[in-house]
């Protein structure tokens, strides 16, 4: 198997049982409705995004590419999106039925997409998140071909 990948599995599997246990949190202080705490969302997808790049770069050393080092970064963030997106569908569809009702309100029920709209929005936020991320790490760890300005 590919080490990138590897790593960016392992990371994805760390990120997303960090987001569930996060939310999990959340449901057992009866916060997990409130919309602005999503925004730690982010900082766990950006830790874990910034570490897998970073534990990929030391053991592939001078091998390490921008691209593998990209690549890196999009797998991890995919991996973790898709299996917390799986998650909160069973959860939305299956545990807490009335949670997407609290959430949305009316604002959905004349479209009838209702928990739908959910779970594509958590979807594309951490496609969206990942791409930047990924790429805004790489301007970090990429390597400087910059010519030195000590003459």
Do not use: C
């Not at 001078?62 to 799986?86: C, H, M, P, Q, R």
């Amino acid at each position: 198997m590919n080490t990138s990948f590897k790593v960016a599995l392992r990371y994805g599997i760390f990120v997303t049982i960090s987001l569930i246990a996060y939310f999990l949190i959340l449901k057992l202080f009866n916060l997990h409705e409130n919309p602005w705490l999503r925004l730690f969302n982010g900082v766990v997808m950006s830790l874990g995004i910034y570490y897998a790049i970073k534990h990929y770069k030391l053991i592939s050393k001078d091998e390490f590419s921008y691209i593998n080092g990209a690549k890196t970064g999009l797998v991890t963030g995919f991996v973790a999106t898709v299996i917390f997106t799986v998650f909160m569908a069973i959860y939305m569809f299956h545990l807490d039925l009335p949670f997407t009702e609290k959430l949305l309100g009316d604002w959905f029920n004349d479209y009838e997409v209702g928990a739908n709209i959910l779970l594509f929005i958590i979807f594309i936020e951490g496609l969206a998140s990942t791409v930047v991320l990924s790429l805004g790490f790489m301007q970090l760890f990429k390597k400087s071909y910059n010519i030195s300005q000590n003459l």
